[in-house]
């Protein structure tokens, strides 16, 4: 599966702020005004007698289409947080705004229109009504908007279609598996047609199989939807793996904010590191992440001494060919390249072979280690328009796993590169490839 592929890319000019807060705080307890002022002012929170600052001073932005995830150990405020997006706590200070409306100022019922309008909820333990059928579960969002049943129903049958759950409508949720009962969790929030999905540990109580086949088949709903999602886990691989953007909590406080690739990579503090130690890496990051630049690269219109110079020096045994546009073409051994040479070819069209294994930037690394196995050569990274991006020799694959005991080792190649000293005495016997293009290396 492609996870980073299906991220959302979109450039600074076109992201649109959905939910905003601004020095959010929730205080449970007594004076918790004075608890707040305190706690600006830097106590410690476990030094504020009498309350519990379960979120403090918390700022941060969602953008429209993504997934933000919120994630921490238990206790650190998470639930609490987005509880304050749906207006089940009122948030003690602060700002927060929805869709560019400031809800913390606003009368109740404006407060509850927003929310029915605006935001979904999933819960942990599905929440289904157990008398109702599925459909009928489904369509209860609808129900409540007044949305006559005829329609309602059609509605809710197209939902199910796209969790895979067409065909069981009329039955009753414990006639269903969890992870199904999670779908039609999932289908009632989408019925309500509300651009936020908010997802308290949705998949937590599922088992990590079907836990699993749920993460994947958010990511998959999220390509067609397009929905802004707010998702709680204290699950760092599932963060890891669904989020765009990860918000790490800890005591109430947001410590980082950053994709899962800044967060693994450049950890903000000792705690986030220690989180992140236990990652599956291998299902974060990316072949575009770990690549390395292309090289030695070659273009299709040099001849066969430019791509054997360009191998003596790495001393690699095959050199990649790229056209005009960076489009990676084949690639070129270097016994075809001296044996060309010997021949007199001017040109590389009688030699280029298919380039055994070529991955895409997004590709996640777990999808690319059979390849990389399989390869004689560095992987070839290419981007959606088949142009070479770069390239994963197979000890920087490992590398990007973190330290562990094969994190060295020497890339296997095909077979020995052809010795410097051959390569220098074909050269030195041979006509230029073609005088003009002698030196043209796509680099
Ligand atoms: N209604 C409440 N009244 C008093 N304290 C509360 C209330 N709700 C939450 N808390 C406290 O706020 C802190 C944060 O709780 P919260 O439920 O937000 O954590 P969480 O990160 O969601 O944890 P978990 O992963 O266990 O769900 C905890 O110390 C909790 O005891
Ligand atoms: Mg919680």
């Known amino acids: 599966m492609r996870r980073a592929g299906s991220k959302i890319h979109v450039s600074d000019t076109d992201t649109e702020v959905l939910v905003r807060a601004e020095g959010l705080f929730k205080v449970f307890g007594r004076r918790t005004h004075d608890a707040v002022e305190k706690l600006r002012k830097g106590t410690p929170r476990d030094q504020i007698d009498g ?77 289904l009504l157990p008398h109702r059928t599925v459909i009928d579960n489904v369509a209860y969002p609808l129900e409540i908007q007044g949305v006559p049943q005829a329609k309602r129903l059609a509605r809710a049958q197209e939902i199910l279609d796209m969790v895979d759950l067409g065909s069981w409508g009329d039955k009753f949720p414990n006639e269903l598996s969890g992870g199904m009962q999670q779908r039609v969790g999932i289908a009632r929030a989408l019925a309500a047609d509300t651009d936020i999905l908010l997802m308290d540990e949705a998949f937590s109580a599922l088992d990590p199989l079907i836990r699993r086949e749920m993460q994947e088949q958010l990511v998959e709903l999220q ?21 765009d953007r990860i918000a790490v909590m800890r005591d109430g406080r947001i410590v980082q904010i950053g994709s899962p690739e800044d967060i693994l990579t450049d950890p903000a503090n000792d705690y986030v590191e220690q989180f992140v130690q236990d990652v599956d890496r291998a299902r974060v990051l990316t072949a575009g992440n770990v690549m390395e630049k292309p090289r030695p690269v070659v273009s299709e219109t040099s001849g066969p001494r430019t791509a054997l110079r360009a191998m003596r020096e790495p001393f690699l045994a095959a050199v990649f060919v790229v056209d005009r546009n960076r489009k990676l073409i084949g690639m070129v051994s270097d016994r075809d390249a001296v044996k060309a040479v010997r021949r007199g ?28 196995v399989e390869s004689p050569l560095p992987l070839a990274v290419v981007d959606e328009d088949e142009r070479l991006v770069g390239v994963i020799p197979r000890v920087t694959l490992l590398a990007a796993l973190g330290p562990g005991p094969d994190a060295t080792g020497e890339i296997t190649l095909p077979h020995e590169p052809v010795p410097t000293s051959i390569i220098d005495q074909v050269l030195a016997d041979s006509e230029p490839d073609v005088p003009a293009t002698d030196s043209k290396e796509a680099n």
């Open 51 to 127: 309350v519990t600052a379960a979120v403090i001073d918390a700022s941060f932005e969602v953008n429209r289409g993504e997934i933000f995830v919120v994630m921490g150990l238990s206790g650190s405020g998470k639930s609490t947080l987005i509880r304050m997006l749906n207006g089940l706590h009122d948030a003690t200070a602060g700002k927060l705004q929805i869709n560019g409306q400031e809800i913390t100022t606003i009368s109740d019922k404006k407060l509850r229109e927003i929310r029915r309008s605006s935001i979904s909820m999933v819960f942990q333990h599905f929440a």
């Open 345 to 372: 070819d001017r040109s590389l069209a009688g030699i280029i072979k298919p380039v055994p294994s070529v991955v895409q930037a997004s590709d996640v690394l777990i999808d690319i280690f059979v390849p990389a």
């Open 223 to 243: 390509q067609k939807l397009h929905k802004t999602i707010i998702f709680i886990t204290h699950d760092l691989n599932e963060a890891m793996f669904l989020g």
